[in-house]
């Protein structure tokens, strides 16, 4: 079955310090990569996309089928960063859907 | 344009009850998936409506159903609730059932008591 492991619930950094927040998924296939995230008060929305081989907000995923992990990143973290990350495979055949992570709580301390 | 909307906000209800849920997707798209979200948990894929049929469902039992309108609106049923309903429900809608980018709704809260 497919499942998705973010395996961080909290994760706190210091404003300017790397962040990594982990996604490992398992999957038959090949499945398009997504992270979602969630800033308080918002509604859930795309950050990035890893086909489209996009950096967001200075943010980047690098997807790596032999250990089945797609790992977000950014190298300084800001206090604007802080919200609800998701790690989100999408799978399926003509009609496909994703499948979302537990999240990630990023806090970026000042 | 507003993007997706959700009716109602919350919602309060008790065991045994029936509960319907409105969404109404972005201007332009024609597919809408719905999630459920539990607390402290990510979004769980209930189902997803093209064409006013549902063409993918998650693991949910035949207690959830839903519909498509012709103006692509959805709704979401849930019958003989149960506690274990209560959760936050999430509306997605897409152009095209490829869902490369699914712009979320706010979400109706659903208690059930």
């Known amino acids: 079955a497919q499942r998705v492991t973010q395996p961080e619930k909290l994760l706190s950094v210091f404003k300017g310090a790397p962040v990594e927040l982990k996604c490992n998924y398992s999957y038959s296939g090949s499945p398009e990569l997504f992270w979602y995230v969630q800033y308080s008060r918002q509604r859930l929305q795309l950050l990035l996309r890893?086909?489209s081989r996009e950096s967001i907000k200075g943010f980047t995923a690098d997807l790596n089928k032999g250990e089945t992990s797609f790992h977000l990143k950014k190298p300084f973290a800001q206090e604007e960063d802080s919200a609800m990350y998701y790690c989100?495979?999408?799978?399926?055949?003509?009609?496909?859907?994703?499948?979302f992570g537990s999240g990630t709580q990023l806090t970026v301390l000042p | 344009d507003a993007g997706v909307t959700q009716s109602p906000t919350h919602l309060i209800k008790t065991r045994g009850q029936q509960v319907t849920l409105r969404c109404s997707p972005k201007?332009?798209?024609?597919?809408v998936s719905w999630y459920q979200q539990a607390l402290g948990q990510g979004p769980q894929f209930i189902f997803q409506?093209?064409?006013?049929?549902?063409?993918q469902r998650g693991n949910f039992p035949d207690r959830f159903s839903g519909h498509q309108f012709p103006n692509y609106s959805s709704e979401l049923n849930v019958n003989a609730l149960l506690l274990g309903d209560s959760a936050l429900y999430l509306c997605?809608?897409?152009?095209?059932?490829?869902?490369?980018?699914?712009?979320f709704g706010p979400g109706t809260r659903l208690t059930v008591l």
């Open positions: 989100a495979p999408l799978w399926g055949g003509s009609a496909r859907q994703l499948t």
């Open positions: 201007s332009g798209h024609d597919t």
């Open positions: 890893h086909i």
């Open positions: 997605a809608s897409s152009p095209g059932l490829a869902g490369i980018e699914q712009f």
């Open positions: 409506y093209y064409e006013e049929e549902e063409r």
